[in-house]
């Protein structure tokens, strides 16, 4: 049992779509289809979406959760770049349509190349980028946080680390033991230096309430949001008044 765990448990963590996708003008109005080369040679497929309307001069670097593809984001992106953001979607390797496999020093390598695109090709200044990761994907823009700094971090759902959240799930496993890919998000974050502010469900029963609320503690003046009542995948924390006033609040700030 322990040796197909060892074997599968990244079938167990990573949920890709694999595609292929409308083309993103189908989805969202004005988004324009990007390819982003990471340090180890892959090109990943993105959407970038200009800001609408009033301009606030900043961008939205999107890191996903464990499951489907950019495509699900969509009422994000309009609703922030209704907000005059930018907004870049983005699919980690294999989702998407994207060769390579997912794994967490895979991962770290496709959100910088997210990155720099916002920063080289887009034009967009380091100090004008907002990360937001969704659950797992806050654990891979907490890392890039504490190496390059935005101007803000919003996370949403985050989990303290994923071995705590493997003890919750598998309680009658090693996981300690046979977790290869273990985000530690709570060792990144005390190494930002940008304001944080964490929204997260009251009912969530894959990250608990009290995983995202140990990660709000990490660092003084973290701002938390709670959305009473909302689940994991409740689509108010897609694009809910919650999570986009929290993203454009720091904008403002």
Not at 73 to 86: H, K
Not at 128 to 134: A, K, N, P, V, W
Not at 161 to 171: A, I, N
Not at 203 to 218: C, F, L, W
Request: aromatic fraction near 6%; glycine fraction near 12%.
């Amino acid at each position: 049992m322990m040796a197909l765990t060892l074997a599968f448990q990244r079938k167990l963590i990573y949920f890709p779509s694999r595609g292929p996708l409308p083309p993103a003008a189908a989805v969202i109005a004005g988004a324009q289809e990007k390819s982003l080369r990471t340090s180890d040679g892959l090109e990943l497929g993105a959407w970038y979406v200009p800001a609408r309307g009033f301009k606030r001069n900043f961008a939205v670097l999107v890191a996903n959760g464990n499951g489907g593809d950019r495509s699900l984001r969509a009422p994000l992106a309009d609703a922030l770049t209704d907000q005059g953001l930018a907004v870049l979607l983005f699919d980690y390797r294999g989702y998407g349509g994207n060769p390579g496999h997912p794994g967490q020093d895979g991962l770290a390598r496709d959100v910088r190349a997210a990155r720099s695109f916002l920063v080289d090709e887009a034009g967009m200044p380091a100090g004008r980028l907002i990360y937001f990761g969704e659950s797992l994907g806050a654990a891979v823009v907490t890392e890039l946080a504490a190496q390059e700094p935005p101007a803000g971090l919003v996370l949403r759902s985050p989990f303290t680390d994923l071995t705590s959240l493997g003890r919750l799930h598998y309680p009658f496993l090693p996981v300690e033991l046979l977790l290869r890919d273990r985000y530690p998000l709570v060792s990144h974050l005390a190494e930002v230096r940008c304001p944080v502010t964490v929204v997260h469900g009251t009912a969530d029963t894959i990250v608990p309430p009290e995983q995202s609320r140990a990660v709000a503690g990490v660092l003084p003046g973290t701002r938390r949001i709670e959305v009473p009542g909302a689940g994991h995948n409740d689509l108010r924390l897609l694009d809910g008044p919650e999570v986009i006033g929290a993203i454009v609040d720091l904008a403002r700030r």
